[in-house]
Structures are given as structure tokens and as C-alpha cells.
Nanobody, 114 residues
Framework: VQLQASGGGLVQAGGSLRLSCTAS????????MSWYRQAPGKQREYVAD???????GYADSVKGRFTISRDRIKDTLFLQMNSLKPEDTAVYYC?????????WGQGTLVTVSS
């Protein structure tokens, strides 16, 4: 399984971006897919996830601003990010939990200017 993340970029505070993570196989076969992020000099942290039945979860820092979703036809996971803040600046990573292993995609950089 391979994951390809995209959609990062430079945006002003208050703006929006949508990240995508396209899988090489049916994403509905995954037990869970998640977004994590790593800011410069900090540890990687959880952002959001979606489990097989569609239930979602969010870190408190992004709740109400970010929305995780998935597209069955495109085998793609999304992260819609609204009301972005400078502290959201980070490299964002997607991963897929297959039941016994976790597969990570490469990161996509999000930079939010003040």
C-alpha cells in the first residue's frame, strides 16, 4: 500500500486549504486513516482520524475548524482546513492502519502566515 499526500502550500491566517491523501488501493478496506502533523522543532502530533464505520475524531486544537473525509471512488482521504492559524504551520502526514501495520505517506508542508 502506498499513500500520496498533496495539497499543502502557503496561506494567510484565516484562509483555507484542502489536503488530499490518495491510496494505491481501496481505502474503505483500512481500519482507520489519520492525519498527523509535525511543526518545526516539535514532535509529530495527532490531528484527526476516521475509522472504517465513518466515525471521526479530532484534536482539540483543530476541532470546529478541520474536517476529515474520504472519497470511495477516488480512494482518497481529505482534510479540509478552515480558519487557519500560524500555529497550524507544519508538515502534514496521512497514515492508514491496516490492522497489523501502519502505513505512512510522505508529508505535505502547510505554512500559515500571520
Amino acid at each position: 500500500v502506498q499513500l500520496q499526500a498533496s495539497g499543502g502550500g502557503l496561506v494567510q491566517a484565516g484562509g483555507s486549504l484542502r489536503l488530499s491523501c490518495t491510496a494505491s488501493r481501496n481505502i474503505f478496506s483500512f481500519k482507520r486513516m489519520s492525519w498527523y502533523r509535525q511543526a518545526p522543532g516539535k514532535q509529530r502530533e495527532y490531528v484527526a482520524d476516521i475509522i472504517a464505520n465513518g466515525e471521526t475524531g479530532y484534536a482539540d486544537s483543530v476541532k470546529g475548524r478541520f474536517t476529515i473525509s474520504r472519497d470511495r471512488i477516488k480512494d482518497t482521504l481529505f482534510l479540509q482546513m478552515n480558519s487557519l492559524k500560524p500555529e497550524d504551520t507544519a508538515v502534514y502526514y496521512c497514515n492508514a492502519f491496516l490492522g497489523t501495520v501502519i502505513i505512512w505517506g510522505q508529508g505535505t508542508l502547510v505554512t500559515v502566515s500571520s
